[in-house]
């Protein structure tokens, strides 16, 4: 069995039996990963990949970059909703995950929301008000 060596962790070129999770028909490989769906608390990603979550690819296992490719923007009811296959191999063109992000208003706040396999899930929500009233005390 030929392995290559990746910084510290090892890829096998001859796996057998894969991770894979299927969002709207499209395939997704956890045997790329090192958590599926990690945590990220509030760090909320439009775009990009989180490497430092990234084994390498199972297919031919390579550790390079990633193309971003079926990147799509729609609104439905005041929310923006962006999607993408960021974690495609640019060696071998293997999806390693499908990337969504959402933002909307919702009465004085923006929120934001991420969910990824490679990237990660994570919400955030932010004051759009000089004066955040969550942070604000009572004066009693």
Do not use: W
Not at 12 to 36: P, T, W
Not at 44 to 55: D, K, T
Not at 89 to 102: G, K, L, S, W
């Amino acid at each position: 069995m030929r392995r290559l060596s990746l910084s510290s962790r090892e890829v096998s070129s001859s796996r057998k039996l894969r991770r894979n999770f299927s969002v709207n028909c499209v395939a997704m490989c956890g045997d790329c990963v090192e958590k599926e769906y990690p945590n990220r608390g509030n760090i909320c990603l439009e775009n990009g990949s989180f490497l430092l979550n990234f084994i390498g690819c199972a297919v031919c296992s390579k550790r390079d970059f990633m193309l971003i490719t079926n990147k799509s923007l729609k609104e439905e009811d005041g929310e923006e909703i962006v999607t993408y296959d960021p974690d495609l191999c640019r060696n071998c063109h293997h999806v390693i995950a499908r990337h969504e992000y959402t933002f909307s208003i919702m009465d004085e706040f923006q929120e934001y929301t991420m969910l990824c396999l490679l990237c990660g899930k994570a919400e955030d929500t932010i004051s759009i008000l000089p004066d955040d009233p969550r942070q604000m005390t009572l004066l009693f």
